[in-house]
């Protein structure tokens, strides 16, 4: 016969406060860890699809110069007022197509710059480098910068850096690089606090319009110091 006075003595058995506080302390340990590995996971998806994007609009703009005989480009803001929210979050995360147009009659391109489409933005906490980006892809130099107008308004400009096209569609910087980093940003910075796991991505962009990416953070970092 089963005794149930044993029974109901090992049943009342429970934890006591110092195991209950070590695995509250365990489980606070394994949260903390999972929504740093999270939020990493999540800034290393923003590059990849921020990689994406560009890679879009660069087409875009190829297949818009020659398409229509006339010089395109790819800008991205870069020009930040600390004071103007709206700068802050355009800046180094903005990008659009623009182009000029051409007189039917003469052929000639017109002097001002005309957007084609709605301006895109870079996913949070992605940002374009121009530390990193280059107009050659060994021994290069800044992407090259021009002021444009962003939006209808046309007192809405700002500095950008700008990969063209020529009339036949032709990348007039071949062999440049477009890099772009993931992570948060400090108000008092320029660049994301990129911290021990570098979250990077970014591509070639070849004289014949093709892309190339970059998928080595070193390759990247050495790119600039040859």
């Not at 590995?37 to 921020?50: C, D, E, K, L, N």
């Not at 890679?55 to 600390?82: K, P, Y």
């Amino acid at each position: 016969m089963v005794d149930n006075r044993n029974l109901k003595t090992e049943s009342a058995h429970g934890f006591s406060l110092v195991e209950l506080l070590t695995v509250m302390a365990i489980i606070s340990v394994l949260l903390s860890v999972a929504s740093v590995g999270i939020s990493r996971m999540g800034q290393a998806q923003g590059v990849t699809s921020g990689v994406s994007v560009a890679e879009g609009l660069f087409t875009q703009a190829q297949r818009l110069a020659r398409s229509r005989g006339t010089t395109a480009r790819v800008i991205i803001h870069d020009q930040m007022m600390d004071e103007d929210t709206a700068s802050r979050r355009r800046f180094r995360r903005l990008m659009l197509v623009v182009y000029k147009e051409v007189d039917p009659k003469t052929g000639a391109e017109a002097g001002d710059w005309s957007i084609s489409g709605a301006p895109t933005l870079l996913p949070d906490q992605v940002y374009y480098s121009p530390e990193l980006s280059r107009d050659q892809v060994e021994d290069g130099n800044e992407v090259p910068t021009a002021i444009h107008q962003l939006t209808s308004n046309a007192e809405d400009t700002a500095e950008c850096h700008y990969y063209e096209f020529n009339s036949q569609g032709l990348c007039t910087i071949p062999g440049a690089t477009f890099v772009i980093e993931g992570g948060p940003r400090p108000p008092n910075s320029e660049r994301p606090r990129l911290g021990k796991t570098k979250n990077m991505g970014g591509f070639v962009i070849w004289r014949n319009g093709g892309t190339s990416r970059i998928t080595d953070v070193a390759r990247i970092e050495d790119s600039t110091n040859n």
